[in-house]
């Protein structure tokens, strides 16, 4: 091998070990994510067994009942987020195992099957962030509708300096 092949050969792990670190980086956000919304759905899971007898709330049950669904969707998105990541995880050892290959055995081959790993891993890191931005998506639509704030639409031709102005009043937001 050459001294430019050894640079480029060099450059390319390089490359592989820096994705793998913002991988497990990203690996861990997620992960921290995942545990927050299961402790989250246990918690409402006993909030909600406890409040299960007919206690003359059907309200409170049908808003716990509404908030457990939320947090199911919200944990299926996260739960799947971990899992790309546990495959962008693997791709991003493929990738590096690969290119370390190289450097033993004088074959383009892997090269290009190790760029392959490496391209598959950054896709892969790219819907992990996608699904996690569903979910933080889930978690604000769940936010405004605990808060009242659903339902909230401007008037038309009520538009100040800066755009239609609101207060928030006891049945949500109103216009000023």
């Known amino acids: 091998m050459s001294i430019a092949q050894t640079s480029q050969l060099l450059q390319l792990i390089l490359n592989s070990a820096v994705m793998m670190v913002i991988a497990l980086v990203w690996w861990g956000v997620v992960v921290f994510r995942l ?9 409402l899971n006993r909030r909600y067994r406890r409040n299960l007898p007919d206690d003359g709330q ?3 049950r049908s808003r716990l009942r ?8 919200r944990y299926r998105l996260t739960r799947h987020s971990v899992l790309m990541m546990h495959y962008v995880l693997l791709a991003q050892m493929a990738s590096l195992f690969l290119l370390s290959l190289r450097a033993l055995v004088n074959s383009n081959l892997l090269i290009t099957m190790a760029l392959f790993m490496f391209v598959t891993g950054t896709a892969g890191i ?11 998506y889930q978690l604000n639509v769940l936010s405004e509708h605990e808060l009242g704030w659903a339902d909230t639409k401007p008037v038309p031709g009520a538009m100040g300096a800066v755009g239609p102005q609101y207060q928030l009043t006891p049945q949500g937001w109103s216009q000023t």
């Open 66 to 73: 509404q908030h457990r669904h939320d947090l199911k969707i």
């Open 58 to 60: 059907p309200r409170v």
């Open 126 to 136: 790219l819907l992990s962030v996608a699904l996690a931005l569903m979910e933080f």
């Open 35 to 43: 545990n927050t919304v299961s402790n989250q759905m246990q918690r």
